[in-house]
């Protein structure tokens, strides 16, 4: 079997003669962003290692105290320029030539202006020098945002080369990050129609940093793939199928979806205006639990209502769980598809690990007819039948990637008129109430599943999202989190051959081979009602307390 070149792997969408020059021009433009001193020899980027998350140490590039500023999650650093340890120039310098090295490593990255963000840094260490104080809770903090998310001045898109545009203003969610002290200084990779659960675009292929030959996830991989690799210590995702959790998951970091419209969404860039079947929502993927609490205390205690008229005015009320014994529901799998043996292992030991503590109850979780709701969302995803997506793909020459082809087919996917999509959203608003029921039949807390049916994937093979959309259609908040484990091919195989509960769970067993994913993160997910996001974060600090115990 013919192996397959790095540059070939992290390659991006191709298409006719007319999209492969403009394309050139966009990867031209970004190439020429990064600095001549950051670039690592052709003898690293011809054929690295299938584990890349060491090169930026190992590369001599970044000093001791930029390895040491770039090693610190977002509440460390913000605390050290609030205690005047640390500037917010030397934080963003330290995390934007790490996000150099990583983007070459990775295709995480769409933009990169760290000029700009020294500039931002500049003004607020001048303000700390004069004032004694900071701006805000997030003052000098390198925050890295998705392409769909405009920031001024910048390179955004909304997941095809034809809507790549230089952003006029900040959408609500940036505009509201800069009041409160965040520094901007890259944009990052998604994918094309930013509906897959991986990343590739004009720009490249995002590839997992523990295993390039995995990927990082989707639609946020170039945030979940940046942040592992440590050129950013805290970013921000969309999530309206999984965006933010999946990709987290895959590259064993924190990432959180909030329930929607919490979160401000106006001016985010997306070909479907008006559609809505479905929200998604904007939240953070960072190195830290404390840093998830640390994002979603700033961007809502900033009541994001005041300026969206969309945000629903809901603020954050994180319990104390010391005073209440937490229920757990364990889902093991969802009826559908059965995870992979590093998911089933680490969820086992998770389970077992909480009902040895006096902390939590621990009770089994049935789940209510996701084959249902999973269909439901797919449809609700593309109500024209996917007419859009092709036109903008044919007006532009872009090829039609095999994910996107997938995404947009039937059984799930067609063409509704007026009368027909009224029918989706009964289908879709009766299901939820009965799920609602079930849940409160189940007398949990919280749910911890799986974030998705295994590890990271293999390139171009994400199509059950099942794990996470169906959490989507019901608008309930959830977390992906780090187990500590990660897929070991000496202990992750199936001892005997399993019975596929579907069709879906014959395609995921046939893409299993325990020596592919070695190396892989292996994590889990937390999630409960609508609105009940603080709950969330409580119920994640302390399993993963006991877990770490």
């Not at 006719?16 to 990064?34: C, G, H, N, P, T």
């Not at 295993?211 to 990082?216: R, S």
């Not at 205006?273 to 929502?281: K, L, M």
């Not at 909480?354 to 449809?379: F, Q």
């Amino acid at each position: 079997m013919a192996t397959t070149s790095f540059k070939e792997k992290i390659g991006g969408v191709r298409g006719d003669a007319s999209y492969e020059a403009k394309a050139r021009v966009f990867q031209e433009q970004l190439e020429a962003k990064i600095p001549a001193s950051l670039r690592l020899p052709l003898a690293i980027l011809e054929d690295p290692p299938l584990d890349v998350t060491h090169i930026p140490e190992t590369c001599g590039m970044l000093t001791p105290k930029e390895l040491f500023i770039t090693e610190l999650d977002a509440t460390a650093v913000c605390q050290k320029i609030a205690a005047g340890e640390l500037t917010a120039v030397d934080a963003v310098t330290a995390f934007g030539k790490r996000a150099a090295i990583a983007h070459q490593l990775t295709a995480c990255l769409i933009d990169f202006f760290l000029d700009e963000g020294i500039k931002q840094a500049q003004q607020l260490d001048e303000y700390f020098r004069k004032e004694g104080k900071v701006i805000g809770p997030l003052h000098g903090l390198p925050i890295s945002i998705k392409g769909m998310l405009p920031v001024k001045g910048t390179v955004g898109s909304a997941g095809f080369l034809a809507n790549i545009e230089t952003a006029t203003e900040d959408c609500d969610m940036t505009r509201i990050l800069r009041s409160l002290g965040a520094v901007f200084y890259v944009k990052t990779n998604q994918p094309q129609t930013l509906m897959h659960l991986e990343s590739k675009s004009t720009y490249g292929r995002v590839l997992n940093p523990y295993n390039t030959d995995l990927t990082a996830g989707g639609s946020s991989g170039g945030e979940s793939a940046l942040v592992a690799m440590k050129g950013s210590c805290i970013g921000v995702g969309t999530d309206g199928g999984g965006s933010i959790r999946a990709p987290s998951a895959h590259c064993g970091i924190y990432g959180f979806r909030p329930s929607c419209r919490t979160t401000p969404l106006h001016g985010v860039l997306w070909y479907q205006p008006g559609q809505d079947g479905f929200f998604s929502s904007v939240g953070p993927m960072c190195r830290s639990a404390r840093d998830m609490r640390l994002f979603l205390e700033a961007v809502l205690g900033a009541n994001p209502a005041l300026l969206d008229p969309d945000a629903l005015p809901v603020p954050l009320k994180v319990p104390n769980l010391s005073k209440k014994k937490l229920r757990v529901g364990i889902m093991m799998h969802d009826g559908v598809v059965m995870p992979h043996p590093p998911t089933i292992r680490a969820l086992k030991w998770a389970k077992d690990k909480l009902e040895a503590s006096s902390e939590v109850e621990v009770v089994d979780y049935t789940p209510y007819d996701h084959d249902r709701g999973y269909s439901i969302v797919r449809e609700l995803y593309f109500e024209d039948g996917g007419a859009t997506v092709r036109r903008i793909l044919k007006e532009s020459g872009e090829e039609m990637l095999p994910l996107t082809e997938w995404v947009i087919s039937p059984p799930h996917v067609r063409d509704h008129d007026a009368a027909e999509v009224w029918k989706l959203r009964d289908e879709r608003d009766n299901y939820r109430r009965e799920y609602s029921d079930h849940w409160w039949s189940q007398n949990v807390d919280v749910v911890l599943c799986p974030p998705f049916p295994g590890t990271a994937s293999r390139h171009d093979t994400a199509k059950y999202w099942g794990y996470t959309a169906i959490w989507n259609l019901l608008d309930y908040p959830g977390t992906a989190f780090p187990s500590g484990f990660v897929a070991d091919p000496a202990i992750d195989i199936y001892q005997e051959p399993p019975s596929p509960m579907s069709a879906a769970d014959e395609y995921n067993l046939s893409l299993y081979d325990a020596t592919k994913f070695k190396g892989a993160p292996v994590s889990l997910q937390i999630v409960s009602r609508i609105f009940n996001d603080g709950l969330v974060l409580a119920a994640q600090e302390v399993v993963e307390r006991i877990l770490k115990s």
